[in-house]
């Protein structure tokens, strides 16, 4: 599966910042310390990754380490998709 | 209960004509349907829209003291007018009516700005004192009644709304953006702004002085929260407590017109109900919503065992998606703000049925929550501070369950991610606002629609607290925030008085009664929540008046749905028109391409999250204002206000003429 950074930022953008394709901050900020996600965005989120790259996401997976970013989802994804991936 | 308005001149200027007033108290009819009265002299113009509710034949506003130097125009209710009475009375004062409006004008010939200190009730008041030339506005110690003014060089100008304002000529809206980034932060602009610019309130327990160039706004009343030192065995506060709510019941059961009841089916409504029926023996008339098809929202089956058990003659409104939607223009048209939920517009619906039913009145249960601390927002602030002093534990947070078992129960939505939610800013315990930073952080998310955004923390800056606030409890902190914040300026305001009055209908709010404010704001903070239960003195009282499952349950907040609303099985014509490109453009309030998205996904039922609700019905409630107001503002036909009583001392020498019927 082709799996892009970009995929992640612009459903973010279009989705919860409401700001078009553009993903404002960097691929490392904290989803939290941001302010980018509400609690029920998480959940969206989930859905999201589930229903894009066929995956079912644990309730144990649903930390930090694994949503609090971009580069934390995207290497979330890729370690469970378990394909290459460009970046 | 009425509409009150009025111009001060405050340079030589032609007189205000009686058309000018006509055509305000038109706009504000709604509020005063019975009869209209107004005074004229060189300087001033008053008009009053009158609801009759006490001495109905003679209570003609407006109303003089003895010599007819001081005129006043009032909206709202004096409860204690029966006691104060009897002592003006004896001070020589000689009453011509027997309505409340005559004893505040003989106590204000006597005390001046201090006869507010005597009145219980709810009220805007206006009095013009013909001696010295000044004009007097006061508001109520909570902001039940509303009073908006704007000034400039030549005028002063004042209404029960602001709508009243626009139809004086020269006086025109324009949107204040600072006072629109706070609405989307508090859920409505602080006091005394409001969205349009120029255009202000009178705070709450404040007053406004204007005389010759001068014009000064005081307080004569603030809320404090300092704990009595005595503490008294549980049983005492109980008692008292009870005495207060029952004469405070009673003496808002004061009017020559009957009396009707909100009964929502939580333990404050059923209560102030209760005790209606336990100290009364009239008929009963009450009303409630049901939320037919939402059944998340509906308490249809705890009003029906309420009504039941009350043997009250019970009316329900259906409320729909539909329905919402559809009233939804004339709900903004009446709060004249943007609101960030719809709950006003089923309690538009509401005050609709009991005016179809021919009540005027109706008491309520609003101020239990913020007074004898009801909301969850107060345990997620108790939570929060336990969980502070071991940050690191991982069992503190855990009570957050407790107070959100909607969100806990998502299933999927791991602990550790819920908890670091709550965690932000959670070692900031010396913050004034640290009850509510996370609900304003949250809800400033909404901002990014705007067009011109701020730093979230600009907006929180003009919020003030008083001077003893940091020797208050905690709980003492968070109900002052609550209750200077949401309760006047959203709850009091969108929800309760536009929402009643739009129908002619007022409503009267035992709770709110200044002595029992008072005494609940003294009360140790464990009498009014012992650990995370809220509202535990209110309880005990239920407990001898009420069925085991109205007071055992646990407090449900109102809410009405959102985006079925305006995108349901029929999404309404002027939802599509006013969150359009060019209609967005034309306003300049938000960011299209924002919006755009938004609605975008609102339509492919995407799942709006919290924020993204608040948004939607903020951008469209605020497209409604500029719309309504700004855009376009259509005067309402003031042939049909044919004044009952005119005073005019423009043509005739102070002390003459008073027409009656003309």
């Known amino acids: 599966m082709d799996i892009k950074r970009e995929q992640i930022r612009t459903y973010i953008a279009e989705n919860i910042l409401f700001t078009n394709k553009e993903y404002p901050y960097s691929d490392n900020a904290s989803f939290l310390n941001e302010g980018i996600l509400d609690s029920m965005n998480v959940l969206q989120l989930v859905m999201f990754v589930e229903k894009r790259f066929g995956i079912k996401v644990n309730d144990e997976d649903i930390v930090p380490e694994n949503f609090d970013s971009v580069a934390n989802l995207f290497a979330y994804i890729q370690r469970r998709v378990g394909t290459p991936v460009h970046a | 209960m009425c509409g009150i308005t009025g111009v001060l001149n405050r340079v030589d200027a032609p007189p205000v004509t009686e058309a000018t007033l006509r055509q305000m108290l038109a706009m504000i009819r709604h509020r005063g349907p019975d009869e209209i009265g107004i005074y004229r002299d060189e300087w001033v113009g008053l008009g009053n829209a009158r609801l009759s509710i006490i001495d109905l034949s003679g209570g003609q506003q407006p109303i003089s003291n003895e010599d007819g130097t001081l005129w006043i125009v009032f909206n709202g209710e004096i409860f204690n007018y029966l006691e104060l009475r009897p002592e003006l009375e004896a001070r020589g004062h000689q009453f011509a009516t027997h309505c409340d409006t005559e004893v505040i004008v003989h106590l204000y010939e006597d005390y001046g700005p201090g006869c507010l200190s005597r009145l219980n009730g709810q009220f805007a008041i206006a009095i013009w004192d013909t001696r010295n030339r000044s004009l007097f506005l006061a508001r109520d110690r909570l902001g039940i009644r509303p009073i908006f003014y704007t000034r400039n060089d030549q005028q002063l100008v004042f209404g029960s709304e602001i709508k009243a304002l626009l139809a004086c000529p020269g006086v025109n809206a324009e949107i204040n953006h600072d006072a629109l980034d706070q609405v989307f932060v508090y859920w409505s602009a602080l006091s005394p702004n409001t969205v349009f610019n120029g255009i202000w309130e009178?705070?709450?327990?404040?007053?406004?002085?204007?005389?010759?160039?001068?014009?000064?706004?005081?307080?004569?009343?603030?809320?404090?929260?300092?704990?009595?030192?005595?503490?008294?065995?549980?049983?005492?506060?109980?008692?008292?407590?009870?005495?207060?709510?029952?004469?405070?019941?009673?003496?808002?059961?004061?009017?020559?017109?009957?009396?009707?009841?909100?009964?929502?089916?939580?333990?404050?409504?059923?209560?102030?109900?209760?005790?209606?029926?336990?100290?009364?023996?009239?008929r009963l008339d009450t009303f409630s919503i049901a939320f037919a098809d939402n059944p998340g929202f509906d308490e249809s089956a705890f009003q029906r065992r309420m009504a039941a058990h009350l043997g009250t003659d019970h009316r329900v409104v259906q409320c729909t998606h539909a329905d919402i939607g559809a009233v939804f223009p004339e709900v903004v048209w009446h709060t004249e703000t943007p609101v960030l939920r719809t709950a006003p517009a089923p309690m538009f619906l509401l005050s609709k049925l009991v005016h179809e039913h021919n009540l005027k009145v109706v008491l309520t249960g609003e101020g239990a929550d913020e007074f004898l601390a009801g909301y969850d927002i107060f345990k997620e602030m108790k939570i929060r501070r336990f969980w502070a002093q071991h940050p690191e534990s991982q069992i503190r947070p855990l009570l957050l369950k407790r107070i959100y078992p909607d969100i806990a129960n998502l299933g999927s939505l791991n602990n550790t991610f819920l908890n670091a939610f709550f965690k932000r800013g959670l070692a900031d315990t010396g913050s004034p606002y640290y009850s509510h930073a996370i609900r304003w952080s949250n809800t400033a998310r909404t901002q990014r629609f705007l067009a011109h955004q701020r730093l979230e923390e600009d907006a929180r800056l003009p919020l003030t607290v008083p001077p003893g606030f940091h020797r208050w409890s905690s709980l003492g902190q968070a109900q002052y925030l609550e209750s200077t914040v949401f309760l006047p300026q959203y709850l009091l305001s969108s929800q309760g008085d536009r929402m009643a009055m739009a129908n002619s209908v007022e409503g009267r709010y035992p709770f709110l009664d200044y002595r029992v404010v008072e005494f609940c704001n003294r009360l140790p903070p464990d009498v009014k929540m012992p650990g995370l239960r809220e509202k535990w003195l209110l309880k005990q009282i239920g407990r001898r008046l009420l069925p085991p499952e109205i007071w055992q349950r646990t407090k449900r907040p109102y809410r009405a749905p959102i985006h079925r609303s305006f995108y349901g099985q029929h999404t309404p014509d002027y939802v599509e028109e006013l969150l359009s490109d060019s209609a967005l453009r034309e306003s300049g309030l938000f960011n299209p391409a924002a919006v755009a998205q938004l609605t975008h996904k609102a339509t492919n039922g995407g799942g709006l999250s919290e924020t993204d609700e608040m948004a939607l019905v903020g951008v469209l409630s605020t497209q409604l204002v500029y719309q309504q107001f700004v855009k376009t503002f259509n005067l309402a036909p003031y042939d049909t206000c044919s004044p009952a009583k005119v005073v005019d001392r423009v043509t005739t020498e102070i002390g003459a003429s008073v027409a009656v019927g003309k």
């Open chain 2, 202 to 282: 009178v705070p709450p327990g404040h007053y406004l002085l204007a005389k010759d160039n001068a014009l000064s706004v005081e307080p004569y009343w603030s809320l404090d929260f300092e704990v009595d030192r005595t503490a008294q065995p549980e049983q005492v506060y109980l008692e008292e407590l009870e005495a207060l709510l029952i004469d405070a019941t009673r003496i808002r059961l004061r009017a020559d017109v009957p009396v009707g009841a909100y009964l929502s089916g939580g333990l404050d409504s059923s209560l102030t109900t209760a005790l209606i029926r336990n100290y009364t023996h009239n």
